[in-house]
């Protein structure tokens, strides 16, 4: 009876536990783990035994901006993404809503044990979430870079601090922080096209919607060029350097070539695989030289 009761009862925080995890499980790969790698290489200091604080860091941010979007729109999630928490009826709308808000609280907690620079991250990630969500900031498509590309920026801060040991931004951190938000604003539509036919649909506003054909030019155009910049930035040797402007390439050719749902799916798993490449950079730098 007993072992019985302890069993149910395990599979129900096991039950919570999945619940929680599948509101971040579509951002792991497009944001979870290039913050990750961005933090540990922009970092002052790399500790190992200390390195697992930025991902746990980041991936409460993460959870925070995602409980607050997915709770905007709940049907137009049943349609495209019926496999979120909320349309797949593991969690209602009011409770979500109600975990939203304590996370604000949660990650501030969580942030004071890194310091303040952590904190000051935390605070302006809390505010621009309110935008993006509450205010609608995303129904625009270039607000909707812009405010992406900087909270994209708070979570890189902020895991770059609780990665290091030292607790801190040095200036090369923050160079890298800037750059990194710049690049991620003005490429970020990458992960647009595969949504274009839905987002017309419902009316949002996207760079791909708006401008579909200059969009997919950007990418063919705008990967190369930032790869150089980087390249040339973090002063990455001849071989390197070809190798990622020859990758980036690749990979605006096809939003180019290839325009299917299918075939915009598949390029944006390789320009998260570019994004993660331009932040292993600032690591290469440090290594190279003794920086």
């Not at 990665?163 to 160079?175: H, N, R, W, Y």
Request: with cysteine; aromatic share 14%.
């Amino acid at each position: 009876m007993f072992s019985q009761a302890l069993t149910v009862r395990a599979d129900s925080i096991a039950r919570h536990f999945e619940t929680v995890f599948l509101f971040t499980k579509n951002d792991i790969r497009t944001t979870l783990i290039p913050v990750t790698i961005f933090a540990l290489s922009a970092a002052p200091k790399y500790n190992p035994t200390h390195a697992w604080n930025a991902p746990l860091w980041i991936w409460f941010h993460l959870l925070q901006f995602n409980i607050a979007n997915q709770i905007q729109d709940p049907e137009e999630d049943r349609k495209n993404k019926p496999s979120r928490p909320i349309p797949a009826g593991r969690i209602s709308v009011d409770s979500a809503a109600d975990m939203r808000w304590v996370m604000v609280p949660v990650c501030l907690l969580l942030s004071l044990w890194y310091g303040t620079q952590a904190v000051l991250a935390s605070t302006v990630f809390a505010a621009l979430t309110i935008w993006y969500n509450e205010l609608r900031g995303d129904k625009m498509g270039l607000s909707k870079n812009v405010l992406t590309a900087i909270l994209y920026g708070c979570l890189e801060v902020g895991g770059t601090v609780a990665g290091s040991p030292d607790s801190c931004v040095d200036m090369a951190g923050a160079l890298a922080a800037a750059i990194s938000s710049t690049i991620y604003a003005t490429t970020l539509h990458a992960q647009d096209f595969k949504d274009e036919e839905g987002d017309r649909l419902t009316g949002r506003r996207t760079l791909p919607t708006m401008f579909p054909k200059a969009a997919r030019f950007s990418m063919m155009f705008g990967l190369p060029l930032w790869a150089y910049a980087l390249s040339h930035i973090w002063k990455t040797d001849a071989l390197s350097t070809t190798a990622f402007v020859l990758y980036s390439a690749f990979v605006g050719t096809r939003f180019v070539m290839y325009k299917t749902v299918g075939d915009d799916k598949q390029s944006c798993k390789f320009y998260s695989l570019w994004h993660s490449l331009g932040h292993l950079l600032p690591g290469y730098w440090r290594f190279f030289y003794g920086v």
